[in-house]
């Protein structure tokens, strides 16, 4: 019988990988801060328009304001944390970088952790790894 599992996929830690990584956090953070400046500049403007419908509009309008910067704010606290994360791995240590799907042959007897503990290990973009195929 073939059954479909999720496969983890591993990466080792190489200093390739960690730069890769930071920089890609640190152009979300850039992006990030750019999108909270034009909610504050938009802002102003949405609620000089708000005050012209009176007092309800204005409130309702802050309120989406406010919600829109505290989203950005969330996702920019996270990603400090993954930042830290990242800075903090060791190399040649394996982190999660996401999983694929496969499919697979099972019959009676088969061990089910070994075959839903399947994972492939990569470093720079290479596998060099496969565990419980």
Known sequence: ML?????????????EL???MLQDLHSTLQR???E??????QGKRLLLEAEKQGLQQVAATRQQIEQEKE????MRERLKQKTAEVKA???GSEVVQ???????????GDDIARILGAEIVIENGKIVELRHE
């Open 98 to 108: 996401g999983a694929v799907e496969g499919w697979v042959k099972v019959k009676p």
């Open 3 to 15: 059954v479909k599992r999720t496969i983890a996929l591993k990466a080792l830690v190489t200093p």
């Open 36 to 41: 909270l400046q034009q909610i504050e500049f």
């Open 18 to 20: 960690k730069d890769e």
């Open 32 to 34: 990030l801060e750019l």
């Open 89 to 91: 791995w060791e190399q």
């Open 71 to 74: 989203k950005r704010l969330e």
